[in-house]
C-alpha cells in the first residue's frame, strides 16, 4: 500500500495530478447542482400566478 | 427523419429528453472512470524509463483531446446558432464552455506534473503549451462574454463569433508538435501507424478517454437543462414540470 502511494518516487507528481482533477470535477458538480437548485428557485419567483405574499419566503438569499 | 430532429431543437421539447439522458451518461462515466483507474493506477507495469510518472497520461492525454474537441463541439453549435438562429443549439454551445474549459485546466495541470518529472520543469513557453493555454483564455472569455450581455439573444451572437474566430487556435494546438520544434512530445497514438505503447496501457487509456466523453455529454445535458430553466421561465410548461411543484410545499 505505502509502495502505490510513493509511485515509485513520483507519488507527489502523480498525486497531484490525480487529486486536483479530482477535485476540480467534484466542484463542478457541486456547482452544477447548486445551479440547477437556483434556476429553479428563480423559475418558481418568475411564475405570473404566484401570490405576492409568498415570495418573501421564496428569496434565494435565504436559501442556503 | 427530418422533423423528428428538429421537434427536439425546441427547448421544451429537449428539456426532458436532457433531464433523462444524463444520470445515463453519468453513471458510465463513473463505471469507465473506475475500470480506468482500475487499469491505469494499479493493472498497468511501470514504464520502464519514466517509472511510475507516466501514469499521469491517463488522465492528461483524454483530458487534452477532450479540451480540443469540445471547442470543436462549440463551434459547430455556435454555427449553427448563427446561421439557423436557432435558441436550443446557442444554449449547446453555452453549457459546453464551463466544462472545456475545465477540461484545458485539467490537460495543463496535469501537463505541468508530469513535465516536472521528465523535463524538468512544470512550464515552458512551447507551442503546443502556449496555445493550450490560449484556448483556456478563449473559454474564459467566451465566459466572460455571455455573462457581460444582460440580453440572452444578443450574447448568443456575440458568443458564437467569439467561438467560431477563437476556432482557429484548435488546428494550432494539435499540429503545433509538428510545425514547429517543441519541447512536447508529438502524438503517441496515431490513427495510421500502430501505437507506440504497450496494450495494456492503451487499454487505460481508451477507458479514461470514454470516461472523458461519458462525462462532458452527462454534465453538458445537466447543465443544459438548467440553462433551459433560467432562459425559459416564466413559461407555462415551465411552471408545470414536477420538480417545481417538489422544490417547496406551496
Given at each position: 500500500m505505502s509502495a502505490f502511494i510513493a509511485m515509485g518516487g513520483y507519488g507527489w507528481y502523480v498525486w497531484m495530478a490525480y487529486g486536483v482533477t479530482a477535485l476540480v470535477v467534484a466542484v463542478e458538480i457541486l456547482m452544477l447542482r447548486a445551479r440547477r437548485r437556483r434556476m429553479l428557485i428563480e423559475a418558481r419567483l418568475a411564475e405570473?400566478?404566484?401570490?405576492?405574499?409568498t415570495r418573501a419566503t421564496l428569496d434565494p438569499g435565504s436559501l442556503s | 427523419m427530418a422533423s423528428t430532429f428538429f421537434r427536439y431543437a425546441a427547448p421544451a421539447a429537449f428539456y426532458p429528453v436532457a433531464r433523462r439522458l444524463a444520470p445515463w451518461f453519468g453513471a458510465a462515466a463513473a463505471v469507465l472512470a473506475i475500470a480506468g483507474l482500475a487499469v491505469g493506477l494499479v493493472v498497468a507495469p511501470t514504464d520502464?524509463?519514466?517509472?511510475?510518472?507516466?501514469?499521469i497520461i491517463f488522465i492528461h492525454v483524454p483530458a487534452a483531446w477532450m479540451s480540443m474537441f469540445i471547442y470543436l463541439v462549440m463551434a459547430f453549435w455556435s454555427a449553427l446558432a448563427l446561421g439557423y438562429n436557432t435558441r436550443l443549439s446557442a444554449m449547446m454551445a453555452q453549457a459546453l464552455a464551463p466544462t472545456g474549459a475545465l477540461m484545458t485546466f485539467i490537460a495543463l495541470w496535469t501537463g505541468a506534473f508530469w513535465g516536472r518529472?521528465?523535463?524538468?520543469?512544470?512550464?515552458?513557453?512551447?507551442a503546443r503549451m502556449t496555445s493550450e493555454l490560449i484556448l483556456l483564455f478563449l473559454y474564459f472569455g467566451i465566459i466572460a462574454l455571455r455573462n457581460a450581455i444582460d440580453d440572452p439573444r444578443r450574447g448568443d451572437k456575440a458568443c458564437a463569433v467569439l467561438t467560431l474566430v477563437g476556432a482557429v487556435n484548435v488546428p494550432i494546438i494539435y499540429f503545433s508538435v509538428q510545425w514547429w520544434n517543441t519541447l512536447h512530445q508529438g502524438s503517441?497514438?496515431?490513427?495510421?501507424?500502430?501505437?507506440?505503447?504497450?496494450s495494456i496501457m492503451l487499454t487505460g487509456l481508451l477507458l479514461m478517454s470514454l470516461a472523458a466523453w461519458a462525462y462532458a455529454i452527462a454534465v453538458a445535458l445537466a447543465r443544459v437543462a438548467s440553462i433551459i430553466i433560467e432562459r425559459e421561465r416564466g413559461a407555462v410548461w415551465i411552471s408545470h414540470l414536477p420538480e417545481m411543484r417538489r422544490l417547496m410545499p406551496s
Open positions: 405570473p400566478e404566484m401570490p405576492i405574499t | 520502464a524509463q519514466q517509472g511510475d510518472a507516466y501514469r518529472p521528465t523535463w524538468g520543469t512544470y512550464w515552458a513557453w512551447d503517441t497514438i496515431s490513427m495510421t501507424a500502430a501505437p507506440k505503447m504497450a
